[in-house]
Structure formats: C-alpha cells, structure tokens
C-alpha cells in the first residue's frame, strides 16, 4: 500500500458498469447529498493483468476464513478498487433515487409491514396462493427442501423427455445446487442472465445477488468468454462482450425443451408469479419454451396486487438506483399448448421463521442494498464470504443453513449499521449480526482462542485493581496496552498500521496526582 | 445535578488528554464532575464478540460506580452506545436500566441537556474532517446518515460551528465506516487497514488538517493508517477542539 493507491481509480469494470451520470446533487430538504462530489471516473482498460482473485477455500462443514480469502482479494488492488468504486457508484445512485421521492422511508415502512404480515399468516396465504394458481391451470408442487426441489424439477423434465433448460437468475436455485446436480443427471441448463452465464461458463458461484459477476473485470470477462465461447481474447469491449453473449445464448433459448424462472415476488391473491429483471431474460426464459416452471421460495409470497406497487417502487430504486426495471412480468396462466409449473420451495424458511430474533430476515427481498453499502463486502468481494449469500444479508441466514460452516462470517463485519438503514424492507441486518455473535459464543461456535481472551479480559476488566495493575505505570501500559486493548494475540494490528504513542500517563494517574492530591476522595 | 464522568479503558490508557479536556469542559459549565476511582470498562469489548457472559462481571461494576448519578457523561460513542442498547448481560435490576437511561455521549449531552449556546474559550483556525464514528452516527443518532431520506441534522457539527476560525472540509464518504470496528481490527485487519486507508485517503484529499470525531477507538486506527501511508492531517478528539485545544 502506498500513497499511489490512493489516486482516483481507472481502472476496468463489469460490462453491467453505466457510468454514472451526475444527477441531482441535492436532495428533498436541499441540502447536498453528502457524497454527490464523489462522481465516477470514465473507466479506461488497465495495462496490466492481474488475475481474478478466487473465492474463500471450502473444506467441507469447517469454518469459512472469510478473512482470509478477503485479504487475497485485497491483494489484487485493480480487482478490489473497480469492486469497490463500482458498488459504491451504484449506492450513490440508490441515494440520489430514494431522495428523489419523499415518501421514502414511509414505503419501507409499508413495505416492512407488508411483509412482517404476510409472514405472520405464511400459512394462510401460502394455501390462498396454491389455490388460485391450480385455478389458473398451473400445476403446484411444495420442497420441503433443495434436495426435493432439484428432484421434483427433474421429474417434470423427465415427463417431457426434456434436456435442456434455459433459466433466469435464481438465487433460491443457487442455495439448492441446482445446476450442479442437474449437470449430474445430463441436464442442459443455460443461464440466461449475462451476469449469471459469466459465472456458469466460469464455474464460479455468483458473488452477488443482483449482480453475480460484478467482481470480475471486463478483462476477466474476456478470458471466460474467449475460453469458453470463442470469442477474442483482446477484445474487452464491454458492447462485445454483451452481444457475443447475446448471440451464442439466442439459439439455446429458441430450442430450449423447458424455460425456468425464479421468483421476486407471488401474489396470493391472484397465484401470480412476479419477476423484475433488466435483460428480458425471465420472459425469455417463461415464454419460450412450451414448459415452463417457477421455483419459489416461500417467504416470496405478498397478500395482493395492490401491494406489489410498493415493492416494485422499492426494489429497483434500492438495487441500482434506477425507478424501475426494464421488465416486470406477470407469469400467471400457462399459455396455450404449453404447462406451467410453481415449485413452492422451503428449504429451512419455516425454521427461521420460527427464530424469535432472526425471523425478520425472512422479509428480504434480495434486492442488494446492503452489500453495495457495505463497506467489508466491497473490499472483501462476494465470493470470500464461501456461501449462497454474500455480504450482510448472507452474515444473518448463512448460519441457518450450517451453523458451523458459517460461524466466522457473522465476525466479517463492524457493525456500522449502514446495512439496516439502506435495506428497503427494515430489516435490523446489524442487530442481528450482534445477536448471531452472542448464539454462536453461547454454542461455542467461535474459536477458543477468541474466547479465551475475551474471558480474559472480562476478568481483567471486571476487577479494578487488576485493571490498574495492567495499565498503571506508562511502562506496564506500554507493555501491556497494545495487547489488553486491542486484544491482539499476534500484533496483527502493526502489521497495516502504526502502534498509537505511549501516554505518559493514563488518565486514572493523572486524576489522582492532580485531582486527588489529600487523597480526598 | 451530580456528574459521573465515565473515562473508557482505551482513553484512560491512551489518549488521557481526552479525559481531562472532557473534565474540563463540563466544569467550564459550572458542573460537579466526579471521577469514580474503581472504573473500568463499559463490556463493550466482550459483548461485540458476543461473550456476553464474559462481560457480565464488568457490566455490573459500571452499574455499581455510576449509580449513585444524575448523569454519567463519557467521551465514546461507542461505549455509550455498548451501555443504552447492550448492556444487557446481567439481571435488568431499576438500577441497572436507570444507568443505561442517564448516560450521555459528550456531545448529545452539551446538545441535548445542557444545550449549550456558545464555547467563548475556543478557537481551531484549522481545516476539520469530521468523522462520524458509526455508534455515535447509527447508534446514538448524533447526525443523519446519508442513507436515510430524513432532515438534516449534525449535534457536533453544530457544536464545531461555535468554534471560531474552524473550516469544516467535505469527505467524499463522509459516514462510511474507517474499519476499526473493536475487534474486528484485530481479528480481521486487512480488511481493516484498507477501510482505515481508504478513509485517511479521503481526508487528506479534502485537504483536512485535522480529523475531528466524537470516538478515540477511531482516531487511534486511522490515525495509524495515516502514520503508515506518510499523510500529514493529524487527529483530536472533539472534546479537546471544545475544550479550546490550542493546537
Ligand atoms: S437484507 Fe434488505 S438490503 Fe439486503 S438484500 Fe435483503 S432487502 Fe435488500
């Protein structure tokens, strides 16, 4: 690190990158949107390759060392800064949207009520949603988990001699392992959202819920697609990229035998299937093929119509700053001479929902706002955090998943508080970081080292003479501070920063040498 | 009206003049501030870890030196913030919530209660960045985030702006977080060191001669990472600038 890196950055980004226009800088009391100066710069090719840092190490149930793969990522400074100015461009661009209405944070409000609601009477509105779907012609199958999920959606292929599949962007596929193991089984899948298909052909998992290849460079992009598609290697053009992925996906999605999407919002009422994507790719996906099939996680579900304006004028406007996507399909019957099938997937939802302190997480609806905002996750890029979901949202419900997989990464965080107030439907992300912190000490799900220290210091802390004893003198403090303080085993502290001078006296000696001189008190 | 004046461990052991400027000030208001002798610590350190058991003991002697106040007063946002919302580790005796409910940051404290109207002793003709310690921005509300779409409002801004000669300098990312995060410095500090240069980076772009906040646990990282990058802007406490810090 030198005082070279903190020049503006040029560097490559994801051809998902629009530079940024400069919009309003004010916002709805007049005063400056603090940030508004922090304009993106128009991003030029770096000269230099550097290679695309990988993802955390996953070895089997033990502990994801999100730390670890972060500081691989910092070590890839022209990967990490486009990571990072990328995000954080479209957080400003969320800012600059969400003032620009001032009815903002009572539509979260509404939105968070909306869906503390609906999932107060899941179970209701679930049946109201299964009844008006098998009305509409649509055909309903309940997972009770991905295992079922990928078992029941390779039935219906079978039914239909099916072999290729052409599917939008699905995170709830993602947490199922859908592709893997339809690879298994002989299943075509091509995905059809640009992000997602860079990471397919990568095999790589998306590191992103909105934007699944947003920690790669455009040069990175090149690569996969040269490897994988043919295309030329030193042609990074971001408009090249996007039409040769365009042209080598057109005719797999003309001659898909299934078409699947994933689901960003269900509709009780009307057994809807709503989905919000920029590419077309879900209507693509839905309306090809003569099957299609919608995988549905089922804290998707909102009561009626009415209420999906709320969430519509929410989502985008939080994911990328924009007031709405490009596309809001409605899948609600199936065409003529084609099926329609709703996969109503659990997948461990109904045991969060029954977390007295961690079931809100269940109102998510993917939109990304946390991870943009956050300042861990842009530096340390999704894929260190080794699970489905990234950043903090995945801090909350990855240890649902695995407790002991995921029971470093509620400590991949400071607790800043950013994420809560970004997240359109109120989730208290950062509490529940706290109180995650607090589940797994009391499991005995954090090393022994780190709790060995903090009983340590809890006894030190806790006893003033003790506490005296180790910060009393300017020379016991030296020794002792660095360590008591910041409670470092390794100085892992000097290692990126300077230690702080040793005071020639704490503040306790000075009181008593100047407030306290007959010992009066 | 009796003052308890909470000095927390990382200031009684590293940045002292913290302290005595915070001790100073409230007595330059006519206050009675007292020091209890047996302070310590606020738990902070082990409930972010989540050993909350762990900080159980240390809770209870906070409760046991503060409780005979009107008002304990500290100079941390964060160990405020540790003492209203977590301090949850022990029993939630009337004691106990009575201590949690009359302690003040210093700054929402000269805002909020004494609402103070002028700091005639003090003058800071520098250039300030300052920086909103994240406990005290999101956890105590000294400001508005820049996340939310609510009215602006700054308490130690319009404290500084009764400094005189002070010039106020704009960041960039004025509240996102400078990576100290307690233990998160030390358990995760690449991640740590990058956010603390990133955030010294864009201080020193402004142009700040000196860093102001309402937190020493931040000051001290970021003033590391600016030792470590060669910048030149200093940093002080915000109650030190109050205080009539001549520097
Ligand atoms: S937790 Fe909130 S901010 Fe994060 S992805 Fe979900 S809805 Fe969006």
Known sequence: MSADDLRPNEDALHPDVQPASDESARG?????????????????????????????????????????????????????????????????????????????????????????????????????????????????????????????????????????????????????????????????????????????????????????????????????????????????????????????????ILQAD????????????????????????????????????????????????????????????????????????????????????????????????????????????????????????????????????????????????NKRKYSTLPFSSTMNGSCTNVCPVKINIHEQIFAWRKVLAEEHQIPLLKQGMMKAAGAVLSRPAAYRAAIGTADSALRALPRFAVYNPLNTWGKGREMPETPKQSFHSWYKQNRMKDGAK | MRIGLFVPCYVDAFEPEVGIATLELLERFGLKVEYPYDQTCCGQPM???????????????????????????APSGSCVHQVREHLTAIPQTDAVKAVRSKTFELVEFLHDVLKIEELPWAEFPHKVAYHNNCNSLRGIHHARPSELNAPFFSKPLDLLKKVRGIEIVDLTRPDECCGFGGTFSVFEPAVSAKMGYDKVGDQARAGADYVVSADSSCLMHQKGCAERLGLPQKFIHIAQVLNGAVA
């Open chain 1, 28 to 252: 709805q009391d007049g005063q400056r949107l603090q940030h508004a100066e922090a304009a993106s710069k128009p991003i030029r090719a770096p000269a230099t390759r550097e290679p695309q840092p990988r993802g955390a190490k996953i070895r089997g149930d033990r502990p994801i060392d999100q730390a670890e793969a972060a500081e691989r990522f910092l070590a890839a400074p022209l990967h990490q800064k486009a990571h990072d100015e990328r995000l954080w461009d479209v957080r400003k661009k969320r800012d600059v949207a969400t003032q620009a209405i001032p009815e903002w944070e009572e539509l979260r409000e509404l939105a968070s009520q909306i869906k503390t609601h609906t999932l107060s009477h899941l179970d209701e509105y679930l049946e109201q949603f299964e009844a008006a779907a098998k009305a509409n012609g649509v055909h309903v199958h309940w997972a009770a988990d991905g295992a079922e999920h990928n078992r029941i959606v390779h039935g219906i292929l079978k039914d239909h001699g099916a072999k290729t599949l052409i599917k939008s962007k699905s995170m709830l596929t993602e947490e199922c392992g859908f592709r893997h193991y339809m690879a298994a089984n002989g299943i075509d899948i091509i995905e059809t959202d640009l992000g997602e298909r860079i990471q397919q052909l990568d095999d790589e998992e998306p590191s992103h819920v909105v934007m699944p290849a947003v920690h790669k460079t455009r040069i990175d992009v090149a690569e996969v697609f040269a490897r994988t598609l043919g295309t030329d290697p030193t042609n990074d053009d971001a408009h090249y990229l996007a039409e040769s992925q365009r042209m080598t996906t057109r005719p797999h």
């Open chain 2, 47 to 73: 409930t972010n870890t989540g050993c909350h058991a762990e900080a159980a003991a240390t809770e209870a002697l906070f409760v046991k030196n503060f409780t005979e106040f009107d008002y304990v007063v």
């Open chain 1, 258 to 401: 299934a078409g699947m999407t994933g689901c960003n919002f269900a509709i009780a009422e009307t057994g809807t299937v709503v989905t919000c994507t920029n590419e077309g790719n879900a209507d693509l996906s839905g309306n090809v093929p003569k099957l299609q099939i919608h995988s549905i996680g089922i804290e998707k579900l909102i009561p009626r119509v009415e209420h999906l304006g709320v969430f519509i004028r929410v989502l985008a406007r939080s994911a990328l700053g924009s007031t709405i996507t490009q596309y809001t399909s409605h899948f609600r019957k199936p065409r003529a001479g084609s099926e329609m099938h709703m996969v109503l997937v659990d997948n461990g939802r109904s045991a969060r929902l029954g977390m007295e302190e961690f079931w809100t997480s269940l109102k998510c609806i993917r939109c990304g706002a946390c991870m943009n905002t956050c300042p861990v996750y842009r530096r340390s890029g999704g894929l260190s955090y080794g699970a489905t979901y990234s950043g903090p949202i995945g801090l909350i419900i990855d240890p649902t998943f």
